[in-house]
């Protein structure tokens, strides 16, 4: 589901805070259905609109991947752009949902979540989604002026 809200969320500066997607600034409805197309076209990733259930209104995006089919892991990422939906807990039901279908039906033993220290929406999420932290890459990304940690929360099927 590509439209102007979508490209909307990745040029508004606090919706893409804490994502890389802000360094390609400024996106277009084009750039962005290349990238949504290319997620689709590769077997490797998985690439989910996050829909309300009560009126059907897409309020962000999860992707599960690059899937490592040898080691049986893969990434798992999300964004919430729609600032009326922060807070009420469809990120966490979303990382639930992915996890459960990558353990389910991709085959996946390990799901793997990155993201900025400062992210406290994220950790939130996982935290509650029951992912752990495992890793921390210390001052790996340069965030609003200064170097912050590069957090790494995982889940076992």
């Given at each position: 589901m590509v439209d102007e809200t979508y490209v909307n969320w990745l040029n508004?500066?606090?919706v893409?805070?804490?994502?890389?997607?802000?360094?390609?600034?400024?996106h277009?409805?084009?750039?962005?259905?290349?990238?949504?197309k290319m997620n689709y076209e590769d077997a490797s990733n998985h690439f989910f609109a996050i829909m309300l259930k009560k009126d059907d209104r897409?309020?962000?995006n999860i992707k599960v991947g690059p899937i490592n089919k040898h080691h049986g892991f893969a990434e798992i990422g999300i964004m919430i752009g729609e600032k009326s939906a922060w807070g009420k807990g469809h990120g966490t039901e979303a990382?639930?949902?992915?996890?459960?279908y990558s353990f389910e039906k991709l085959g996946v033993h390990k799901l793997i979540a990155g993201f900025y220290d400062v992210n406290m929406g994220s950790r939130k999420a996982f935290e509650k989604a029951g992912y752990s932290q495992e890793g921390v890459l210390t001052k790996k990304f340069r965030c609003e002026g200064r170097?912050?940690?590069?957090?790494?929360?995982?889940k076992n099927k």
């Open positions: 508004d500066d606090e893409n805070r804490y994502l890389e997607v802000r360094f390609g600034i400024p277009t409805l084009d750039s962005t259905k290349e990238f949504v897409h309020i962000g990382i639930k949902l992915a996890t459960q170097y912050v940690d590069h957090l790494l929360f995982c």
